[in-house]
């Protein structure tokens, strides 16, 4: 086996980290509109609406929504075969419970997948990345309330109506399984719109809307599938093995629980019904989820065609007093000392990428698609004017050859490989500009300031040959 001739090269944005233009063609606020920018260790604020004097990174992004011709016309430069990125929920439903959708907003997209398709590059989407209308939040206090599914659908059903022709790849809600870490109010946030409440039960309400989120995603697939037979669309996971810290088998066991833990969503929306494991969870924990016999149909009804995840790195988990059943994502996991971390502490790991693709296909057997993988790194701008990026060009050929030979020597079936943010955009976790993931360099600071110039950095020419020859220079 090697790299199929058809390999899907690419690279991966979502709307609201680089389209800007917030509040322009009628669109909506979203969930990521109401952030402001943090650092590494400050996390960004959640503010109720857009207050005056704060910083909201995500409102111009990179001014992708008037620069689009130019970007893609880079991307093509680089020779992508696809293009991942998500559509606005709130271009097209900008407060996400009407009964008609923007038309602006739609034609936005027609206008970006024609730029695309006549380079021959294929648009991969994803429906919800972390932008649901801020109005469903205020109104409906996002997918804790069954409601959501409904607008969910309706928003994907006009997507899969108005782009059937242009777009083969779908994705229905990104790294959905973010949110097990429901210790943090970002999570939950951004993937589901939750805002905790004091005193609440922060597992109990996350389980809840995860259950309908996966409702949401499988009548998504479902109707999609009748709208165009053709249609490939996939789960989305944030795919972080995390191993155990020895052989001890306490830490053996903790991992298990824990992968079990944060991966269950890949199980249901492959096979169509809950694992035991987490039944038997729910039921020890005494949780009373709203889980219909109609929500189980669904769920079998609408299972995914392949398993898009991302990858950026592994996590390690020592085993804790107490029970070894139970996993905490916020205090459980430990530093693993074999491998280094980048500025921002994510451990960078090539080894575990061809890990997880082993993981994932003995699993499920079904086609991987590798939406996400990258480095976000500090990049300076040198005195002959060019940004000599050896660091991630070290990261991403490190991970592309531990994909290949998972290809070649594990016999793993993978379609493609879109690494994040080709062009530098807003960081999702830190609403930072300067944690940058791109090829292509965009002038534009933290602070906000720049001429948002586009230029190549020396990544750029590397990764172009590495698609021209089909992976093999690396
Ligand atoms: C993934 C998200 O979690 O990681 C992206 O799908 C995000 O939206 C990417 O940008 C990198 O994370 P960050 O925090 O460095 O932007």
């Not at 991307?75 to 996400?96: D, M, N, V, Y």
């Not at 997507?159 to 429901?182: A, G, H, L, S």
């Not at 020597?409 to 879109?418: A, H, L, N, P």
């Not at 080709?422 to 002038?443: C, N, Q, W």
């Amino acid at each position: 086996m090697s790299l199929r001739k058809d390999f899907l090269w690419g690279g991966a944005v979502a709307a609201h980290q680089l389209e800007g233009s917030y509040n322009v063609d009628g669109k909506g606020i979203s969930v990521a509109d109401v952030m402001t920018a943090g650092t590494h260790g400050v996390e960004r604020e959640i503010t109720d609406g857009i207050l005056p004097n704060k910083n909201y990174p995500n409102h111009e992004a990179i001014h992708f929504y008037d620069n689009y011709k130019e970007d893609v016309r880079l991307f093509h430069e680089l020779g992508f075969k696809c293009f991942r990125t998500s559509i606005a929920w709130t271009r097209i439903f900008p407060q996400g419970d009407e009964d008609e959708p923007n038309e602006l907003g739609l034609q936005f997209y027609d206008r970006l997948f024609d730029e695309c398709i006549k380079y021959g590059i294929k648009p991969v989407i994803t429906l919800s990345h972390f932008e649901m209308p801020f109005y469903l939040v205020k109104k409906y206090g996002g997918f804790r309330n069954r409601k959501c599914i409904d607008f969910f659908v309706k928003f994907a059903t006009v997507c899969f109506e108005r782009y059937k022709n242009k777009v083969e790849y779908w994705m229905t809600f990104n790294e959905i399984n973010n949110q097990t870490n429901y210790q943090s109010d970002f999570a939950t946030f951004t993937n589901s719109g939750i805002v905790y409440q004091e005193g609440e039960d922060r597992e109990q309400i996350m389980y809840q809307a995860a259950h309908y989120e996966l409702v949401a995603s499988a009548e998504a697939v479902k109707i999609g599938k009748e709208i165009n037979p053709n249609f490939k669309i996939g789960c989305m996971l944030a795919l972080c093995p995390i191993y155990p810290f020895s052989c001890n088998p306490k830490d053996m066991m903790a991992s298990t629980v824990a992968m079990q833990r944060r991966n269950y969503f890949g199980d249901i929306q492959v096979r169509g019904k809950y694992p035991n494991f987490m039944l038997k969870y729910f039921e020890r924990k005494n949780f009373k989820l709203d889980i219909t016999k109609e929500d189980l149909d669904i769920l079998q009804q609408g299972t995914v065609d392949y398993i898009g995840f991302s990858y950026y790195m592994s996590f390690s988990i020592k085993a804790s007093d107490k029970t070894n059943l139970e996993y905490n994502e916020a205090n459980d996991l430990v530093k693993n000392p074999y491998v280094p971390a980048s500025d921002w502490g994510w451990q960078i790991d090539p080894l575990g990428l061809r890990y997880t693709m082993n993981w994932l296909f003995d699993r499920y057997q079904l086609p991987l698609f590798i939406v996400e993988n990258g480095l976000g790194a500090f990049d300076k701008v040198e005195a002959d004017g060019k940004i000599h990026d050896t660091y991630r060009v070290d990261y991403l050929r490190s991970h592309i050859e531990a994909m290949i030979a998972c290809i070649e020597e594990d016999g793993v079936d993978c379609i493609g490989y879109t690494p994040w943010g080709p062009i530098d955009l807003v960081s999702a976790g830190t609403g930072e500009m300067e944690k940058r993931y791109g090829f292509i360099h965009v002038d534009k600071n933290n602070k906000g300031e720049g001429t948002l110039k586009r230029s190549k950095k020396d990544s750029f020419d590397w990764y172009k040959e590495v698609i021209s020859s089909n992976g093999k220079k690396l």
